[in-house]
């Protein structure tokens, strides 16, 4: 099986930053595809941003120009740099990850989420 973990969630104030970093770790072969996701409460779960084995990255018009997703394939960890963060942020965040794993079987991991408030 294949884990993720979450970590750098907080409370900040408007205008502030915040990073969040995930680890995947287990069996893996190899990590295609990492992403965020986030939701608020009573609101369905929504992509925030994604980014392939090449390097190519896709993102929510809510956080364009705000948000920047990255990774260290090697270590196997998706960042995601939070600027210019707003209340409409806040919500819980969520770490994605598909590969194959030790014997190349598919996998799609969840990491348990990471509380992101922001303060007006």
């Known amino acids: 099986q294949v884990q993720l973990v979450e970590s750098g969630g907080g409370l900040v104030q408007a205008g502030g930053s915040l990073r969040l970093s995930c680890v995947a770790s287990g069996r893996i072969r190899v990590v295609n595809t990492m992403g965020w996701y986030r939701q608020a409460p009573g609101n369905q779960r929504e992509l925030v941003a994604t980014i392939s084995s090449g390097g190519g990255t896709n993102y929510a018009d809510s956080v364009k120009g705000r948000f920047t997703i990255s990774r260290d394939s090697a270590k196997n960890t998706v960042y995601l740099q939070m600027n210019s963060l707003k209340p409409e942020d806040t919500a819980v965040y969520y770490c994605?990850?598909?590969?194959?794993?030790?014997?190349?079987?598919?996998?799609?991991?969840w990491g348990q989420g990471t509380q992101v408030t922001v303060s007006s």
């Open positions: 994605n990850a598909d590969g194959h794993d030790s014997r190349w079987l598919p996998f799609a991991s």
